[in-house]
């Protein structure tokens, strides 16, 4: 009753059990524990079909997670699901059969912004608490999403704003750290992030 996400975990909960139990038309107990419980059901499903694909597709895997979280606010430990546009994802092949994949099995899910815009985000957040290859990655890769967090924060800013040069990252471990985020994680990081970091750059030379 507290949990506003256990419905639809429920759901896709007994969707697996039938699955598996088709043939008896009957669900137990012991499916249901063989599952893992309705967070086992959700790690379990997404490791099979990861372990579905080519390891090419595979490969992209951890680079869609990254797109797909935001740092929560509750904790610096937490992390929450956001959409993202299908088509700043689905940039190559192997991009668009990871994300197939994945919403085929409803562990994405795929709506509709108020632009009309495609968008793709988790379908399940216990998905990122509960699948270990997923959180064991976005472990190793905090400190990097609470960076772009900041920094793409400050640079919408700095758009609504008009630019204002006030507004870019002061020299130090600001702009540092962000440097060094445009250094190693281009290709996880939005144009207009990479516009303002550049631009603080050039204000400081």
Same mark, same amino acid.
């Given at each position: 009753?507290?949990?506003?996400?256990?419905?639809?975990?429920?759901?896709?909960?007994?969707?697996?059990?039938?699955?598996? +139990?088709?043939?008896?038309?009957?669900?137990?107990?012991?499916?249901?524990?063989?599952?893992?419980?309705?967070?086992?059901?959700?790690?379990?499903?997404?490791?099979?079909?990861?372990?579905?694909?080519?390891?090419?597709? +595979?490969?992209?895997?951890?680079?869609?997670?990254?797109?797909?979280?935001?740092?929560?606010?509750?904790?610096?430990?937490?992390?929450?699901?956001?959409?993202?546009?299908?088509?700043?994802?689905?940039?190559?092949?192997?991009?668009?059969?990871?994300?197939?994949?994945?919403?085929?099995?409803?562990?994405?899910?795929?709506?509709?912004?108020?632009?009309?815009?495609?968008?793709?985000?988790?379908?399940?957040?216990?998905?990122?608490?509960?699948?270990?290859?997923?959180?064991?990655?976005?472990?190793?890769?905090?400190?990097?999403? +609470?960076?772009?967090?900041?920094?793409?924060?400050?640079?919408?800013?700095?758009? +609504?704003?008009?630019?204002?040069?006030?507004?870019?990252?002061?020299?130090?471990?600001?702009?540092?750290?962000?440097?060094?985020?445009?250094?190693?994680?281009?290709?996880?990081?939005?144009?207009?992030?990479?516009?303002?970091?550049?631009?603080?750059?050039?204000?400081?030379?």
């Amino acid at each position: 009753a507290r949990d506003s996400s256990a419905l639809p975990l429920l759901e896709f909960t007994l969707d697996e059990l039938f699955m598996r +139990q088709a043939e008896d038309k009957i669900l137990t107990f012991a499916a249901y524990r063989e599952l893992g419980g309705i967070e086992g059901a959700l790690a379990r499903r997404a490791e099979e079909v990861y372990g579905s694909l080519a390891p090419a597709v +595979q490969a992209t895997l951890p680079a869609v997670l990254r797109a797909l979280v935001a740092p929560g606010h509750g904790s610096k430990y937490s992390l929450v699901s956001r959409r993202v546009p299908v088509d700043s994802l689905a940039v190559t092949e192997e991009n668009k059969a990871l994300l197939d994949a994945f919403t085929g099995a409803r562990l994405l899910v795929t709506d509709r912004a108020g632009d009309s815009r495609a968008v793709v985000g988790v379908a399940h957040e216990a998905l990122l608490r509960h699948w270990p290859r997923a959180r064991q990655w976005l472990d190793e890769d905090r400190e990097f999403l +609470q960076t772009r967090e900041r920094v793409a924060g400050a640079a919408y800013h700095w758009r +609504q704003e008009g630019r204002l040069s006030d507004l870019l990252l002061a020299r130090g471990k600001p702009l540092s750290e962000a440097l060094d985020m445009v250094a190693r994680w281009r290709g996880d990081l939005t144009a207009e992030v990479i516009e303002y970091v550049e631009a603080s750059a050039r204000k400081e030379t």
